[in-house]
């Protein structure tokens, strides 16, 4: 496991190739694999899935942490155009280097 980052999110950037996720149409297996989506936050796009299209807006009050999760989905209102294939993707959420002292 890579300790500086969750893992829920080293296991999707090590799988790349599902993503990214269209919270209107996966099931709920795929979207508990997206990062910043949480059990409930899952159950209550389902639910709302059964009224009508979820868009990106929508995913906020759910409590999605879109900080993490937009790299992951589309949702009318929202595509990640390549984001999920950028070689440096792992460096947006990963922890800035810190240079130690010895003293």
């Given at each position: 496991?890579d300790?500086e980052?969750?893992?829920?999110?080293?296991?999707?950037?090590?799988?790349?190739?599902?993503?990214?996720?269209d919270?209107?149409?996966?099931?709920?297996?795929?979207?508990?694999?997206?990062?910043g989506?949480?059990?409930?936050?899952?159950?209550?796009?389902?639910?709302?899935?059964?009224h009508?299209?979820?868009?990106?807006?929508?995913?906020?009050?759910?409590?999605?942490?879109?900080?993490?999760?937009?790299a992951?989905?589309?949702a009318?209102?929202?595509s990640?155009?390549g984001?999920?294939?950028?070689?440096?993707?792992?460096?947006?959420?990963?922890?800035?280097?810190?240079?130690?002292?010895?003293?």
């Open positions: 496991l300790l980052i969750d893992p829920k999110l080293a296991w999707a950037l090590a799988h790349r190739a599902a993503f990214p996720v919270v209107n149409r996966a099931p709920r297996e795929m979207l508990l694999r997206v990062p989506f949480g059990t409930k936050t899952v159950g209550r796009i389902l639910d709302a899935r059964q009508g299209a979820v868009r990106y807006d929508h995913l906020k009050a759910m409590g999605a942490v879109l900080k993490t999760a937009k992951f989905i589309s009318p209102g929202w990640p155009r984001m999920t294939d950028a070689a440096t993707l792992r460096a947006r959420f990963a922890p800035a280097p810190v240079q130690l002292s010895l003293f």
